[in-house]
């Protein structure tokens, strides 16, 4: 009886574990109340994949609509100290670069008078991407600010970074893209 009843424990228990999946109570897919964003890959080597955007003054455009130049993307947030160090050596290098390389700078999850308001305190003027809904970031597999994505002017990604940079390392990238 006691070998019965200790089957039936364990019975029990891989029913339970069984329909739970393992999946931290995710549905197994799409469900007309939860928005799908397909699985992409996004890395070095890889091309990017095209999604559409909108700059803070308005204007709108797809990535892949570099005008055969390369594409630099910096993911940032207004309460992203580490951030904060890289936005000067970014406005430089825009400055530099900027008629031979399209930059973006993506914010996510900020709405577009948070982000105005920091670029005017600090005297940044280069482009910068609203991703209010975090799609983009989504899409791409962000999960930790800041990054950058240098990509070629053939769509794909030649180099990745997590974290801050410097002057010098951001010049770095830039120029070894440009060769």
């Not at 594409?71 to 160090?85: D, E, G, R």
Request: contains cysteine; charged residues 25%.
């Amino acid at each position: 009886m006691r070998k019965l009843a200790v089957f039936a424990a364990f019975f029990l228990l891989c029913t339970v574990f069984a329909s739970c999946g393992g999946r931290d109570n995710e549905p197994p897919g799409p469900t007309p109340s939860t928005p799908h964003t397909p699985k992409v890959e996004f890395g070095e080597g890889k091309t990017i994949p095209d999604f559409h955007y909108t700059l803070l003054d308005g204007s709108e455009g797809y990535i892949s609509e570099n005008d055969g130049k390369p594409v630099f993307l910096y993911f940032w947030s207004t309460q992203c100290t580490p951030c904060a160090s890289d936005l000067p050596e970014l406005q430089s290098a825009y400055e530099k670069y900027s008629d031979k390389v399209l930059f973006f700078a993506v914010t996510s999850g900020e709405t577009s008078d948070t982000v105005d308001d920091y670029l005017l305190q600090n005297s940044l003027t280069f482009p910068v991407i609203l991703d209010e809904d975090k799609k983009i970031q989504k899409l791409l597999g962000i999960t930790s600010l800041p990054k950058s994505a240098v990509v070629g002017s053939d769509g794909v990604v030649t180099k990745l970074t997590d974290g801050t940079m410097g002057e010098e390392e951001l010049d770095k990238l830039i120029s070894n893209v440009l060769k």
